[in-house]
C-alpha cells in the first residue's frame, strides 16, 4: 500500500505527516508513505 501526502509545506501539513506516520507504525502493515510538497512563499 502507498499513501501520498499532498500539501503546501505548512505547519498543519507537517502535523498530519507525523500522525500518519505513527498510524502506520502501530497498524504494522507494510505501507509507503510519500510527502508530495508545494512549497509556496507568500
Request: aromatic share 0%; charged share 35%; net charge negative.
Amino acid at each position: 500500500m502507498k499513501i501520498e501526502m499532498l500539501g503546501s509545506c505548512c505547519a498543519k501539513c507537517s502535523e498530519v505527516e507525523r500522525i500518519v506516520r505513527e498510524a502506520v507504525a502501530e497498524s504494522g502493515k507494510a505501507v509507503e508513505v510519500e510527502k508530495v510538497m508545494e512549497c509556496r512563499n507568500s
